[in-house]
Nanobody, 126 residues
Framework: QLQLVESGGGLVQPGGSLRLSCAAS????????ISWFRKAPGKEREGISC????????VYADSVKGRFTISRDNAKNTAYLQMTSLKPEDTAVYYC???????????????????WGKGTLVTVSS
């Protein structure tokens, strides 16, 4: 059973940066793609980025493209989301999710994910 634990959330001023981590345990990292989702109050859960099993392919939602960078270190079984130029509208609970597929197929569809973390809160405010 794969377990995912997010960390790195917090309060940051507009224009600031944060790096989220997603630590995986219970499963070898070679077999799954990792997606990041976020859920803001009153909004639908939004898929924002995905990285394939090897780390060689990444995809981004338009809302974060150019500001967020996804990466992973399979030796550490950890994925990351580097967030820069943060805006108040980025405020949300951020979740990592794993799908037991090599590639980012249906990467932004919550129903296709096999495992979820419990989330970490990011608040962007002055």
């Amino acid at each position: 059973q794969l377990q995912l634990v997010e960390s790195g959330g917090g309060l940051v001023q507009p224009g600031g940066s944060l790096r989220l981590s997603c630590a995986a345990s219970g499963f070898t990292s070679d077999y799954y793609a990792i997606s990041w989702f976020r859920k803001a109050p009153g909004k639908e859960r939004e898929g924002i980025s995905c990285i394939n099993n090897s780390g060689g392919t990444t995809v981004y939602a338009d809302s974060v493209k150019g500001r967020f960078t996804i990466s992973r270190d399979n030796a550490k079984n950890t994925a990351y989301l580097q967030m820069t130029s943060l805006k108040p509208e980025d405020t949300a609970v951020y979740y990592c999710a794993a799908r037991v597929r090599f590639q980012c197929i249906s990467w932004n569809e919550p129903n296709y994910m096999n495992y979820w973390g419990k989330g970490t809160l990011v608040t962007v405010s002055s």
